[in-house]
């Protein structure tokens, strides 16, 4: 017997209609000889109306507290779709974290799973259960109850799917695979039947947001078989796996990601520390840096450039007003009228072509490139906030995705 | 120092005004130098919501499954409560029912605790942290979450306060303690210092609707100092204790319940096993029986009447039917235009004019007395429900109280 890990979010479930759909595909899945595992978000907007009465009372609440409120979104959730599948006459069981093991470490908001303890899960399972399990919480080891923040139900999904061996772990969403670049901003764009665990991460940082990020890193991890599909349609998805079929594509998708600014300090002197300066510093303040460039020497001063998302965009910029100050720098250069358009694909780097192609497609549509960033599957370029959609699409067409 | 269990219901924390007040409440109780366990209800109309979600997807829904669903409106409530108390700068951490080691029977939606489980517990306290419980929910032995049923958290403040051998329960509502009759009904009921367990058990049967029935004979049982009080005043409550001052007043109370239907069986023969039959039948169907009354053979018949609550008038009905057709009696007559008016008093008993004086109070009003019911502290008549208003005032007055 097979056992199948499915995941269903928020708007999957968000009211009875969708309860029922989502039971459907339960029953269908286990009705075909399956065990099944389903692992659900809250519904719709409840975390935010949740988030909401939270805020009403203490703005600074503590996050053990937050928790505790949370985690009654999925507790809520789960409860339904089981009464759903009871309607329809099959066996099944609700767990909440606890019960089904989830025990993570006490970052409160943000936890990691550390283990899952098996035994209820494996008990229901053998009695030919369909078991329900909230997403997204669990417990400390002090039997507090945890969350693992926003989009950890895809993590506890392919956690689960890891712990009990499951021969699948699908993530049901509201769209119906991995894209070679968004639908709505690249009218021929299309869906891949396969991908590899990395190209998949590549996208996800890059902004596709189909799956959470950590959900990918731990499904390569312990070679789980993802599958990422809708909800809404019987289409099949993308399979997300180590290895996919050999195909002509070198590039795996284009995407564009707009929360970006770019930040450049100009002039610093051309020594040793400058960039360990900086970056400990925004590092210390937790600002998440993504691209790095950093200029040659000229006139013994150099320029060095970075992107953060645009909500640390003024944080960082005091950070660097100040380092400016003390280094004796030249100024300080902030664009985040700018978006980044990158490509992946796993064979990327052993063509050296591919980079050429896409900065020839870039300039045949006469966009011009602010910055340059590769990693061993992907290359990212910085254009022009107003240029990134004709910028999607000139690639896309270049590499004939 | 002292240990004060305090338990707020869910008009108390219908919102986040009315959750600060209940917070003040607790931290005036704190900050005067005692620890405080306080146990929440669902916020409002929360567990009326929860229902009509359930309803929607199955009617059928099993109880397992329901007690996860509500249980989650206790653990909202608690957790804002936490934030509140944080947000004053107390100490605080908020438990659910398992969290806190309510250990229950398996009966979902309407388990027994069987035993408190009280080492988170007394750590929290150790700690001089304020600890709020989820009221109405415990687990049992297979982990599963359960619920006490409605007014189930009244029960969890009692069992906690005898788990914890605290110095006094406090169940704050929305009335500021127990009334020689219900204040709506009587102009000049007044609010009692102290009653016996005993006879709030009365008052509550009778419908005094204050407090849970289960939790007053839990805190007899325990010796639990109870105290009804309003979380809306700052008034001194009623304190329901084993033994109290000695009065001159007999009688403690009046109270009327509405919810109660009369049916009776009419000329069955008179031979034994017809009061088995009957009572066992009913029994079976789970139908609550009142009070019963047999009249004396005659001409070799006999009736039996006796009353339940209004929402099994329709089965018990149809039972009835049935053992009359096969005793050959001679028909049932309902009637469900009545009202039970009762009076409760320690030492009633032993006192023989108090049943005559009611009496004569009914009769002076000119209202007939249909049945008449009486145990060691109380005496129940049944009247026409549109005497009942003027029945109550009329033994109000007779005995001044």
Redesign the interface.
Known sequence: MNLVVQKFGGTSVKD?ER??NVAQIIADTYRAGNNVVAVVSAQGDTTDD?IA??Q???P???K???D??L??GE??S???L???L??MGLPV??L?G??AGMLTDSTHGASRIRRINKE?LDNELAKRNIVIVAGFQGINRY???TTLGRGGSDTSAVALAAALHADLCQIYTDVDGVYTADPRLVKNAHKMDEITYDEMLELATLGAGVLHNRSVEMAKKYNVNLEVLSSYTKNPGTKIKEVVKVEKMLIRGVARDNDVARISIIGVPDQPGIAFKIFSQLAAKKVNVDIILQSIGRDGTKDISFTVSRSHKQLALELMEEINERCGGKGIICDDNISKVSIVGAGMQSNPGVASKMFEALSEANINIQMISTSEIKISVLVALGDSERAVNAIHDAFDL
């Open positions: 009875a309860i029922f949740l009465k939270a009403e009372i203490n600074m609440a503590s053990r507290e937050m505790v409120l985690s009654t507790q809520i789960m409860s339904l089981a009464m759903a009871e309607r069981i609700s909440t606890w019960q209820r039997d507090d109850i």
